[in-house]
């Protein structure tokens, strides 16, 4: 199993930046693909953006140029710096992992972490 710890979250003015961590901790053998997943009231799940343990990177149309994902394979962290925040941004933010534990590839979420952007 795989424990995703968010944090990073919080309440910033339109315009203002903020940067989300995700540490994996647990017992998996390896970690591949590792991403940021929003959910906003009323609306479904969606993909902010994800990179692979190679360095892809996948980024939704509506934070290209304004969000930055990385990671740390060594620390199996992985980043989503924010910059240019809109109100449109406000969402609870889920960390995913697909990790493998010798028995097969599974997905992990995390708790969530709240980014309220105000006008």
């Known amino acids: 199993q795989v424990q995703l710890v968010e944090s990073g979250g919080g309440l910033v003015q339109a315009g203002g930046s903020l940067r989300l961590s995700c540490a994996a901790s647990?017992?998996?053998?390896?970690?591949?693909?590792m991403g940021w997943y929003r959910q906003a009231p009323g609306k479904q799940r969606e993909l902010v953006a994800d990179i692979t343990s190679g360095g892809s990177t996948k980024y939704a149309d509506s934070v290209k140029g304004r969000f930055t994902i990385s990671r740390d394979n060594a620390k199996n962290t992985v980043y989503l710096q924010m910059n240019s925040l809109n109100p449109e941004d406000t969402a609870a933010y889920y960390c995913?992992?697909?990790?493998?534990?010798?028995?097969?590839?599974?997905?992990?979420w995390g708790q969530g972490t709240q980014v309220t952007v105000s006008s």
């Open positions: 995913k992992a697909v990790f493998n534990d010798r028995s097969g590839w599974y997905n992990g």
């Open positions: 647990g017992t998996f053998f390896s970690i591949n693909t």
